[in-house]
């Protein structure tokens, strides 16, 4: 049964920690994604990957990180100098780039403790 | 002004209703257009996907876009409680690495 596992579906962070939000698809597909979404704010786009070692910040990168070391799996790691962290996270994926559909995860939402 | 404009509801109408989701954007060269619904607490999920302008159906929905107008719809038939939810448009070209979402709209479907 094919899709995008993100997991955990909650996660807290202390003030000053680090935590990363995992995000493994089996569709085989290139590209993944990572997007915030806040109310009455859509969808962010946070950084994206079109191939294995590559990626791209998206429109809001400041202070999260990412890496794709396989194809299946694309981390996003929320680090201690993102401010405001507190949102619904959500990972993507589609074959090719630009005018394919992606195709979405369940997301994680993140909390300040 | 914002890439695609949308508005956010909430919509509420009846069970059995027409429902009319609409979006306008300001790219033209835009081409390819989606619209996806989204649960409370769950990711969004592809309901229609179209290219360049004209009608597309599936079942109760019917996807329309209208390039000359810069203006996409989603219209759903004989509206069900289940229906209510977020819906998103998005939308892009063939040389982007990028869809560009809309805020989405609530619709809230009453028995």
């Known amino acids: 049964d094919g899709g995008i596992t993100q997991s955990p579906k909650y996660l807290f962070r202390k003030e000053g920690q680090n935590v990363t939000l995992s995000c493994e698809q089996n569709l085989n597909h290139d590209a993944m994604y990572w997007y915030r979404q806040d109310p009455g704010q859509g969808l962010r786009l946070i950084y994206y990957s079109q191939i294995v070692n590559d990626f791209q910040k998206g429109d809001i990168a400041e202070g999260y990180s990412v890496s794709r070391e396989k194809k299946e799996s694309f981390p996003l790691t929320v680090t201690s100098a993102q401010k405001n962290p507190t949102a619904f996270y959500l990972c993507?994926?589609?074959?090719?780039?630009?005018?394919?559909?992606?195709?979405f995860g369940d997301g994680t939402r993140l909390s300040i403790l | 002004q914002k890439e695609v404009e949308q508005d956010p509801g909430p919509l509420s109408v009846p069970e059995g209703a027409i429902v009319s989701l609409n979006c306008t954007y300001s790219n033209s060269a835009f081409q390819y257009f989606m619209w996806y619904r989204q649960y409370s607490r769950k990711g969004p999920e592809l309901l229609m996907y179209t290219y360049s302008s004209g009608n597309k159906e599936d079942g109760r929905f019917t996807a329309q876009v209208d390039k000359s107008s810069k203006y996409i719809s989603l219209f759903i038939r004989d509206s069900q409680p289940s229906d209510s939810a977020t819906y998103l448009c998005?939308?892009?070209?063939?040389?982007?690495?990028?869809?560009?979402f809309g805020t989405g709209t609530r619709l809230q479907v009453f028995p």
């Open positions: 998005a939308m892009t070209n063939y040389n982007t690495d990028k869809l560009i």
């Open positions: 993507a994926s589609s074959p090719a780039r630009g005018n394919q559909p992606q195709h």
